[in-house]
């Protein structure tokens, strides 16, 4: 809605990575989307968002008035998701689908299927377009 707060959730999967050992209880500080793009804040948390999704976002965020922000955890996905549900008092969430077949989501699980049980929020699940 029209002057939200939005919240870009990134979890980096790589627990050995430098900056995941100051910061894997409770993930980094709240990283401003005019400080998303600069390549130090990229190399330092580990982040792989192209320049057209921040300037996608930033389009967005300046037509809806959003206040936007990235806040990377560090561990499983389905674990820091929820735990992001809970620290950022989210009123809601929007995860992403690879579109897993049904053999490969009962071995390795299915992020948004976990999060979809494990929050209290309402969750919205966008498929990856074919």
């Avoid at 190399?43 to 990235?70: H, P, S």
């Avoid at 561990?75 to 950022?88: I, S, T």
Wanted: hydrophobic share 45%.
């Amino acid at each position: 809605r029209h002057g939200d707060m939005v919240f870009l959730i990134f979890v980096n999967s790589d627990v050995e990575y430098g900056e995941a050992q100051l910061w894997k209880i409770g993930g980094a500080p709240l990283v401003p989307l005019e400080d998303i793009e600069r390549s130090s804040m990229m190399v330092k948390y580990g982040i792989r968002f192209t320049a057209e999704i921040i300037e996608e976002v930033r389009l967005v965020a300046i037509q809806k008035d959003l206040t936007v922000y990235l806040k990377v955890y560090w561990g499983d996905a389905r674990e820091k998701l929820c735990e992001a549900e809970a620290d950022l008092q989210l009123q809601s969430l929007v995860v992403g689908s690879r579109g897993m077949g049904p053999l490969k989501r009962a071995i390795i699980g299915s992020v948004s299927e976990h999060v979809l049980f494990h929050v209290a929020c309402p969750v919205t699940v966008v498929k990856t377009p074919r």
